[in-house]
C-alpha cells in the first residue's frame, strides 16, 4: 500500500525541531529524525512506497489524519490465487440465482475459481438453483444451523488458497476479486473487505441504509492488527485467506450475528492483518420494510454482549480532554444558572487556547490564536457529537420512558438526538430529507439499544455499557483540533 501526506499538512522544522502540521483539524506532532526522513519523501506530494517496517508507520499516521492510503496502488499478482467462494443460503432461490449470476460475470479466470453454496436446510428452490448453476452444493447439516456454521461447512470443502464469502442477497462487481487479492501480497494480511453498497433505491428505508448500513465501512481504507479498537469486516463481503482461516478456528458456529465481528477480532489479536478497501464492490439487498429492519437492528445489538465476553479488552473508547469537559459542563448548566456560566466557559476556552498556543510557540511554529481557538471549538463539536451519538445509540430507550414521565426530558432528548443526527445526516448525505432522515435513525438507534440491553440481560454481562475514558488519544501528539 502506498501513502502521501494529507491535505493541509506540513512538514516544518523549527529550532532543531521537526514537525507535521495538520491546519484541519489543528494538529501537531514533533517527528524523530528517521520518521522526519521517511515523511520527507512525500513533503512535495510524492507517494510514498514504504517497506513493510516503514508502511506499519505511516498506518499509524494515517489513523491520526497526517496520511493518505491510496487506492488502487497495488500490482496484481503475477499468478492469480484459486478463489474458493461460499454462499451460505436458506429460502432465497431467486436471490441465489441473482448472486450465482454476478459470479459467472466476474473479470477473473473462471478456471481458478471454485463456487459452493451451503445450503441450511431450504424449503424452496435454492439447492436447484446451485446445481444448474454448476456450483458445488453442500448441506449444511441441519435446518437453520444460521450463516456462521454453513461457511464453516463450505470452508471445509475448499479448495482454494484465498476463501471468498459473500452473502445470497448480494451481487458481485465484475472487478470484485481483482480489486481485492492485490493486497494479499502482504504475507501478514490475512482478510480484507471490500465495499458494500445499497441494491435497491426505491423505499425510504433502502435509501437510509445506502448511506447508514453497519456493513458499509466507507470511502477510506484502513487496516488493523493489534490494538484494542474495534474495526472488523462485515462477512457478506470478505477475503480471507484460508490458511488464517483454519489456524484461527473458522466462524463460530453457535453466533448468528456477530460472527464476523468475532472473527476478525481473532486474526488480529493472533497477530494478522486485516484490511478495508473501498473496491471490490458488492451491492446488498437490505431489509427494506420498517418491521424488518428493526428486527435486524435489535439482532446486531443483542451480539455486543457476547462479544464483550469473547472479547473483553476491545471495550469502548472515547477521548474527552479535562478542559473541554469542563466547558461543555458549563454550557449545559446555563439554563439554570445564567449567562455567567456561558461567559465562563467562554474564558476558559480562550485561556485554554492560549496556552496551547504557548507552548506551540515555544516550538517556533507559526499558528495564529484564531486558529487555534477554531480548533478547540471544532473539538468541542466533536465531543459534544460522540456523546450524543453514545447516548442516542444505548440509552434511547430509557430517555423516552423517562422523557414519557418527566415531560421536560424531552428537550434534552430532543436535542441529543438531533445533534447526532444532524452530524450524521451532514456527512453521510442521504438521499432523504432531514425530518424522514431523522425519524428512521431513531427507530433504528431505539431497537439496537434494546438489542443490546436484552443480549446483555440474557448474557448477566454488562461491559458493553462501560466506557473507557482517555484524556487525549493513544498517538503522542499536541493536537488542539481533537
Not at 31 to 54: C, F, K, Q, W, Y
Not at 231 to 241: D, E, M
Request: glycine share 8%; with cysteine.
Amino acid at each position: 500500500m502506498n501513502y502521501r501526506l494529507a491535505q493541509n499538512v506540513e512538514l516544518v522544522e523549527r529550532d532543531g525541531g521537526i514537525f507535521l502540521l495538520s491546519k484541519s483539524p489543528l494538529c501537531v506532532l514533533r517527528l524523530n529524525r528517521s520518521l522526519a526522513d521517511l515523511v520527507a519523501r512525500g513533503a512535495d506530494g510524492t507517494v510514498i512506497t514504504p517497506s513493510a517496517s516503514e508502511a506499519a508507520v505511516l498506518e499509524q499516521l494515517a489513523s491520526r489524519g497526517f496520511a493518505e492510503r491510496l487506492p488502487g496502488t497495488q500490482q496484481q499478482p503475477a499468478t492469480v490465487p484459486v478463489i474458493s467462494i461460499v454462499i451460505p443460503v436458506k429460502d432465497r432461490a431467486a436471490e441465489l440465482q441473482r448472486c450465482l449470476k454476478s459470479l459467472s460475470d466476474l473479470d477473473y479466470p473462471q478456471e481458478k475459481l471454485q463456487i459452493i453454496v451451503v445450503d441450511d436446510g431450504s424449503s424452496d428452490d435454492s439447492a436447484l438453483v446451485a446445481t444448474q448453476s454448476g456450483a458445488l452444493l453442500v448441506p449444511s447439516g441441519g435446518s437453520g444451523r444460521g450463516p456462521a456454521a454453513a461457511r464453516n461447512v463450505g470452508a471445509a470443502m475448499a479448495t482454494g488458497e484465498i476463501l471468498a464469502f459473500i452473502d445470497s442477497d448480494c451481487s458481485a462487481s465484475r472487478e470484485w476479486l481483482n480489486e481485492l487479492i492485490p493486497a494479499f501480497s502482504n504475507p501478514s494480511m490475512a482478510a480484507v473487505g471490500g465495499q458494500v453498497d445499497g441494491m435497491c433505491t426505491e423505499s425510504a428505508v433502502d435509501r437510509y441504509e445506502s448511506s447508514m448500513s453497519s456493513l458499509s465501512l466507507g470511502s477510506r481504507e484502513r487496516t488493523g492488527s493489534g490494538g484494542s479498537d474495534t474495526f472488523y469486516l462485515p462477512s457478506c463481503n470478505l477475503l480471507v485467506r484460508r490458511s488464517a482461516f483454519r489456524r484461527a478456528g473458522g466462524f463460530k458456529d453457535e453466533m448468528h450475528v456477530g460472527e464476523d465481528v468475532d472473527l476478525t477480532w481473532r486474526l488480529r489479536d493472533s497477530g494478522w492483518t486485516i484490511a478495508y478497501l473501498p473496491a471490490g464492490n458488492v451491492l446488498h439487498e437490505h431489509r427494506s420494510s420498517i418491521r424488518s429492519f428493526m428486527s435486524r437492528r435489535f439482532d446486531y445489538g443483542t451480539s455486543e454482549g457476547m462479544l464483550q465476553l469473547l472479547h473483553p479488552r476491545r471495550r469502548k473508547q472515547m477521548v474527552i480532554p479535562a478542559i473541554l469537559a469542563a466547558v461543555l459542563l458549563l454550557c449545559l448548566m446555563a439554563p439554570l444558572t445564567g449567562g455567567w456560566t456561558l461567559l465562563l466557559a467562554g474564558g476558559l476556552l480562550a485561556a485554554d487556547a492560549a496556552a496551547v498556543r504557548k507552548r506551540i510557540v515555544k516550538q517556533g511554529l507559526p499558528i495564529a490564536l484564531g486558529a487555534i481557538l477554531a480548533g478547540r471549538l471544532r473539538a468541542l463539536g466533536s465531543l459534544v457529537y460522540y456523546l450524543c451519538y453514545h447516548l442516542v445509540r444505548y440509552y434511547s430507550v430509557p430517555l423516552v420512558v423517562v422523557a414519557l414521565i418527566v415531560p421536560a426530558m424531552w428537550t434534552l432528548f430532543g436535542f441529543v438526538l438531533l445533534s447526532a443526527a444532524g452530524v450524521d445526516f451532514a456527512v453521510k448525505k442521504p438521499r432523504l430529507s432531514f425530518p424522514l432522515f431523522a425519524g428512521i435513525y431513531l427507530l433504528e438507534q431505539l431497537a439496537y439499544g434494546a438489542g443490546v440491553f436484552w443480549g446483555c440481560l440474557s448474557r448477566k454481562c454488562f461491559s458493553s455499557y462501560k466506557v473507557l475514558i482517555l484524556r487525549q488519544a493513544a498517538l503522542s501528539a499536541e493536537c488542539p483540533g481533537l
